[in-house]
């Protein structure tokens, strides 16, 4: 949410590759370009704060949202902790509303439900499946949780060791952090493939509650100050544990207990893939996502420059999030001497149409390095496309080369702003390690 979210994120967000039956295309209606389109828009998203709401495996996922209109125009913008994401592809026809959920292949359709009321669906159109996750809002500033027990809130503030178990009983590591507020409360989580990104949501006695909606993911985090009873605790807890659960839309659920620990750290993301044994360079030619073009490392752009490389795709939050940083540093640092080359992985296999995703997110997010078409979305792609490396872990993934074009360097996942300091601390060992490659 590295929403990389990571591969992490992804695996539990598997579960919401989504489309609504009816809204299979991908093309913006017609209508939309007709001044009857803009001002039927206008009367279902009236300007003010919304709270959306995702109802996946009875449970409830809140988000809020802002509308506002200028010259007849609505825009959305989505509303995480701090994060604010603009929307503005929005198109009419008939009764339905279709607000394009950045740039992600994925889209709110909606419809009026009354006074100040939405309903509709939260939908994906690049699943191998059609599914839909039922969407509803209403107007009107309010909590993502409403705080009803009237009992002094428990602090969760601070930092905690957490620990992630899927319904598989497969564990994994995480630490989470958290600012809280009175009620009020933000934070996310680090694992070791990225971070959950802007968490945010409400305290109520000793129970925590705190959402998530970026357009690709829809997550809920929910805990309580100390296990729930009846349970069966079959050995000692620390004091001040929590006992959590974690659900990703229409399917993807998993428990977590956390303690607290200022001191709480992950692995060494410089430390979880690498290259296979004897292998110093990377060899690969992919498609660019430019017509009739192809990139490889070893053509004379990159000649005598450190190269970094990012494995990422469009579909993927924490991919988002380096990119927004990779962009403008890119702009400012290609002058001494450094390429990037995106290595993009896309949930289809039609070259033509990955072409056109990673185009879409270029151009949208003002991307001046080169970007390939690399292959399909998932670990087990990246890792036979790039048969010199050990494994890939996660998207995304940043890997080093030198002048010479030797692999130097192999970063998995990234924290991205959502995580505070850690996010400065990956912005500081980036700059650090091209410092040194350039000195070379």
């Not at 428990?255 to 620990?261: G, H, L």
């Not at 290595?343 to 149409?353: F, I, K």
């Not at 072409?355 to 879409?360: D, P, S, T």
């Amino acid at each position: 949410m590295t929403y990389s979210l990571s591969l992490r994120p992804l695996l539990a967000g598997l579960g919401l590759t989504l489309a609504l039956g009816a809204c299979q295309s991908d093309k913006k209606p017609d209508a939309a370009a007709t001044g009857e389109a803009a001002a039927t828009t206008a009367g279902v998203l009236t300007d003010g704060t919304w709270r959306g709401v995702l109802s996946a495996q009875g449970q409830e996922i809140p988000f809020l949202f802002d509308v506002a209109t200028a010259g007849g125009k609505p825009t959305v913008t989505l509303r995480n902790g701090e994060e604010r994401l603009k929307l503005d592809e929005i198109s009419t026809a008939g009764d339905s509303t279709t607000i394009r959920l950045g740039v992600f292949d994925a889209a709110l359709v909606v419809r009026a439900d009354g006074a100040d009321k939405l309903k509709g669906a939260w939908v994906k159109y690049d699943g191998k499946e059609p599914y839909r996750v039922a969407f509803a809002a209403t107007k009107g500033e309010q909590k993502l949780f409403p705080v009803t027990s009237g009992q002094q809130p428990v602090s969760f503030d601070g930092t905690w060791n957490v620990t992630f178990e899927g319904s598989d009983g497969e564990t994994y590591p995480a630490v989470g952090i958290f600012k809280q507020t009175g009620n009020d409360v933000t934070g996310t989580f680090l694992t070791t493939t990225g971070d959950y990104r802007y968490l945010a949501g409400q305290v109520d006695g000793n129970s925590l509650k705190v959402s998530t909606f970026d357009g690709s993911h829809g997550f809920l985090f929910t805990a309580r100050n100390g296990p729930k009873k009846p349970i069966d605790i079959t050995k000692e807890y620390a004091p001040n544990t929590l006992f959590g659960d974690f659900y990703s839309g229409k399917k993807g659920h998993e428990t977590w207990t956390a303690v607290p620990d200022p001191n709480a750290k992950l692995p060494d993301a410089n430390s979880l893939t690498g290259m296979k044994p004897g292998q110093k360079k990377l060899a690969f030619k992919f498609p660019s996502i430019m017509e009739g073009g192809s990139i490889s490392p070893t053509d004379p752009k990159y000649k005598g420059k450190v190269v970094v490389l990012q494995i990422l795709g469009s579909w993927c939050p924490n991919c988002m999030d380096e990119t927004n940083f990779l962009a403008p540093w890119y702009e400012k640092n290609k002058s001494r001497g450094v390429e990037i080359i995106g290595l993009g992985y896309e949930r289809t296999a039609d070259q033509q149409v990955a072409a056109q995703k990673l185009n879409k997110m270029k151009q949208r997010m003002n991307i001046g390095y080169d970007i390939a078409v690399a292959g399909e979305a998932s670990a087990d792609a990246a890792s036979k496309s790039l048969p010199q490396l050990a494994k890939v872990l996660a998207f995304p993934t940043t890997i080093f080369l030198d002048k010479k074009g030797e692999v130097r360097k192999i970063h998995t996942g990234f924290s991205g702003p959502g995580t505070g300091k850690y996010y400065q601390q990956e912005i500081d060992e980036f700059n650090k390690t091209i410092d040194m490659l350039l000195k070379e």
